[in-house]
C-alpha cells in the first residue's frame, strides 16, 4: 500500500500558534520533509521541532531564485525523492511557512505528485499576513474593503496597489524601494511576524535600514 503525502502549514512563526492537526499530522508522519532554503528550514524546524521526536528529515532543495527552469528541476527532483518513500508505504508531510495554499515552494511538489496519482492532502496554517494583523492589532479589512494579497519579490507588482487594503508579502529585498512608493500612504511593517525576533513598524518611514526575507507590508485604504 502507498503512503500518503502531507503539505503542512506551521503557521508565521509562533509555534504556539500550530493548529491542533498539523501537530497531529506531523506525530503519525513516518518521515518530515522541510525545505532547504536556508532561514526557512531552520525556522520550520524550530516551530515544529518538539513534534518530530527524531524522525527522519528529507531536506529538499528549495532555491530562493526566480530562474524557471532550475526551479522546475529542483521540484521534480523533490518530488521524485518523496514519491520513492509513498511507494514504500510511508507517510511523508512537507513543512512549509504559513499555509500552504498562500505562496508556498510546497504546493509545487503537491501538483507534482498529485499529477502522478498518490494521495495527496493540505493540512491549513495560520497566514503571515494574519499574524501580522494580530501584532499589529488591527483588522486587515472590514465590511466593504477589498484585500489584495501582492507578492512583492517580483518587482513588476511593486506598484500594482490596487483599491482597497493591499499586503504586500516577501517584499524585504526590495524594502527600501517600496518605502519611497508608499510615501504618504500609511503603510506598516512587520519582519519576522509572531517570532521572537518580531519587529513592527506602525508607520513604514521609521524603516531605517533593509529588513530581513520575512518582511510583511500592510497599507491600509
Known amino acids: 500500500m ?6 503542512v502549514g506551521l503557521g508565521p512563526g509562533d ?22 532554503s536556508g532561514a526557512s528550514e531552520n ?5 515544529a521541532g518538539d513534534y518530530i521526536e527524531g524522525k527522519p528529515l528529507l531536506q ?9 527552469k532550475r526551479l522546475d528541476e529542483c521540484h521534480d527532483k523533490s518530488a521524485d525523492l518523496i514519491a520513492e518513500l509513498l511507494e514504500e508505504g510511508k507517510t511523508v508531510a512537507f513543512l512549509t ?26 493540512v491549513p496554517g495560520v ?8 501584532s499589529l492589532n488591527m483588522a486587515l479589512c472590514e465590511r466593504d474593503e ?10 513588476e507588482n511593486i506598484s500594482r496597489y490596487d483599491d482597497g487594503v493591499n499586503v504586500l508579502m516577501k517584499s524585504g529585498k526590495s524594502i527600501m524601494d517600496i518605502k519611497e512608493r508608499l510615501a504618504g500612504k500609511k503603510a506598516m511593517l512587520v519582519e519576522c511576524a509572531t517570532m521572537e525576533n518580531e519587529k513592527i513598524y506602525k508607520d513604514l518611514n ?11 507590508i500592510i497599507v491600509p485604504k
Do not use: N, W
Open 97 to 122: 511557512l504559513g499555509d500552504p495554499a498562500i505562496y508556498s515552494t510546497v504546493m509545487y511538489v503537491h501538483k507534482r505528485l498529485t499529477e502522478r496519482g498518490y494521495d495527496t492532502s493540505m
Open 127 to 134: 497566514p503571515s499576513f494574519c499574524g501580522a494583523a494580530a
Open 15 to 36: 509555534p504556539q500558534l500550530l493548529t491542533l492537526k498539523a501537530i497531529d499530522t506531523i506525530k503519525r508522519s513516518d518521515v518530515i520533509a522541510v525545505p532547504k
Open 206 to 216: 521609521d524603516l531605517e535600514e533593509q529588513s530581513s526575507y520575512f518582511s510583511l
Open 60 to 68: 529538499c532543495d528549495m532555491p530562493m531564485i526566480k530562474d524557471k
Open 43 to 47: 525556522i520550520a524546524l524550530k516551530i
Open 146 to 155: 477589498t484585500l489584495h494579497v501582492i507578492p512583492a519579490v517580483f518587482e
Open 2 to 7: 502507498k503512503g500518503k503525502f502531507f503539505a
